[in-house]
């Protein structure tokens, strides 16, 4: 039987989920006003229309069903194993991807960063048809290999700093990368997946098992022992991705909204980062008082779009928005 955690072990541990949560969106939203504006072929963010997100919780349920299934089947080593592989690639990619803006900062003015273009196409002539065309350099190729190591890191310890890593690569990614293309989209897939997590969380004992039994970067993790037990500890609070990606794509939305309206003033940005602080502070104070995992989109759903769409109506700026 673990020890009982300390009280200052679980502030540690759930403030440190609360800052790794803020910073893939407060960045990821940066990015995505650059992503929406940019012309690499490579970095073109993915649009979700309201048939994509009124699906989305469908597909959502379906896949962790799936997974739920299989981990009642087969084996949890083998099918950890495969998961592993899999998001190590993915990982190394993800993290390389959002550490590169950051390395060209250290990288020397006579550094012989030379282009290079991966090319792959189907058929020939008039008819050819491009499946991939990539284009990247020297400094790309040096994030790649500072990722690799990391991600080997995961493979062989399962480290839990190493999986926050791809972790934090992943939120990111996501907000940057995944654009909803108006308001009411936004409003379609939270409720959605509002219902969804409500569902699987309290309704059943699906989604806690999947994510205790997931040995995959899907979710931040931090030790309530980590005082006790250095490095090494062992008993984590988590939080799922799904809680920072999700929320993070439509407070991304609400900053390019701002933009938008050309009064050089973030106001919706900064409501709905507030929003999304309170919402997930009120989902770690009701976990930790009642001693049950949380759906987090039950709180931070309201809470993210309430906060914004009061601060349209006062400004009378509701059909603007939508």
Same mark, same amino acid.
């Given at each position: 039987?673990? %020890?009982?955690?300390?009280?200052e072990g679980?502030? =540690?541990?759930?403030?440190?989920?609360l800052?790794?949560?803020?910073?893939?969106?407060?960045?990821?939203? =940066?990015r995505?006003v650059?992503?929406?504006r940019?012309?690499?072929?490579s970095?073109?963010?993915? +649009?979700? +229309?309201?048939?994509?997100?009124?699906? *989305? %919780?469908i597909?959502?349920?379906c896949?962790?069903l799936?997974?739920?299934?299989?981990?009642?089947?087969?084996?949890?080593?083998?099918?950890?194993?495969?998961?592993?592989?899999?998001?190590?690639?993915?990982?190394?990619l993800a993290l390389?991807?959002?550490?590169?803006?950051?390395?060209? &900062?250290?990288?020397?003015?006579?550094?012989?960063?030379?282009?290079y273009?991966?090319?792959?196409?189907?058929?020939?002539? /008039?008819? !050819? /048809? /491009?499946?991939i065309?990539?284009?990247?350099?020297?400094?790309?190729?040096?994030?790649?290999?500072?990722?690799?190591?990391?991600?080997?890191?995961? =493979?062989?310890?399962?480290?839990w700093?190493?999986?926050?890593?791809?972790?934090?690569?992943?939120?990111l990614?996501?907000?940057?990368?995944?654009h909803?293309?108006?308001?009411?989209?936004?409003?379609?897939?939270?409720?959605?997946?509002?219902?969804?997590?409500?569902?699987?969380?309290?309704?059943?004992?699906?989604?806690?098992?999947?994510?205790?039994?997931? /040995?995959?970067?899907? !979710?931040?993790?931090?030790p309530?022992?980590?005082l006790? &037990?250095?490095?090494?500890?062992?008993?984590?609070?988590?939080?799922?991705l799904?809680?920072?990606?999700?929320?993070?794509?439509?407070?991304?939305? =609400?900053?390019?909204?701002?933009?938008?309206? &050309?009064?050089?003033?973030? +106001?919706?940005?900064?409501?709905?980062?507030?929003?999304?602080?309170?919402?997930?502070?009120?989902?770690?104070?009701?976990?930790?008082?009642?001693?049950?995992?949380?759906p987090a989109?039950?709180?931070?759903?309201?809470?993210?779009?309430?906060?914004?769409?009061?601060?349209?109506?006062?400004?009378?700026?509701?059909?603007?928005? *939508?």
């Amino acid at each position: 039987t673990r %020890p009982p955690s300390t009280p200052e072990g679980i502030a =540690l541990a759930y403030g440190s989920l609360l800052l790794m949560a803020l910073l893939p969106i407060f960045f990821g939203a =940066l990015r995505s006003v650059r992503c929406a504006r940019g012309k690499n072929a490579s970095d073109m963010p993915e +649009t979700i +229309t309201s048939r994509d997100a009124a699906r *989305f %919780p469908i597909i959502a349920s379906c896949t962790l069903l799936g997974l739920y299934l299989f981990f009642k089947i087969f084996s949890q080593e083998y099918i950890n194993l495969l998961l592993s592989m899999y998001f190590f690639v993915l990982g190394i990619l993800a993290l390389s991807h959002t550490i590169s803006p950051f390395m060209n &900062k250290f990288f020397p003015a006579n550094f012989p960063n030379r282009q290079y273009q991966l090319l792959f196409t189907q058929g020939s002539g /008039e008819n !050819k /048809e /491009e499946i991939i065309n990539y284009e990247f350099d020297a400094k790309d190729l040096v994030c790649l290999g500072l990722s690799s190591i990391v991600g080997v890191w995961y =493979l062989l310890r399962k480290h839990w700093i190493a999986n926050n890593l791809f972790g934090l690569a992943f939120s990111l990614n996501g907000v940057e990368l995944l654009h909803l293309n108006n308001v009411s989209t936004g409003c379609i897939l939270l409720g959605g997946l509002f219902i969804y997590d409500v569902f699987w969380v309290f309704g059943t004992n699906v989604m806690v098992t999947v994510a205790k039994s997931f /040995e995959a970067p899907i !979710k931040l993790v931090f030790p309530q022992d980590l005082l006790e &037990k250095g490095l090494e500890a062992d008993n984590f609070a988590m939080l799922g991705l799904g809680d920072i990606v999700i929320p993070g794509i439509f407070i991304a939305l =609400l900053l390019r909204f701002d933009i938008s309206l &050309k009064k050089n003033t973030h +106001t919706y940005f900064y409501t709905s980062f507030a929003a999304y602080i309170f919402g997930l502070g009120l989902t770690i104070f009701i976990m930790h008082i009642f001693k049950h995992a949380q759906p987090a989109l039950l709180y931070l759903v309201p809470a993210c779009i309430g906060f914004p769409v009061l601060v349209a109506l006062a400004k009378g700026e509701v059909t603007e928005m *939508f």
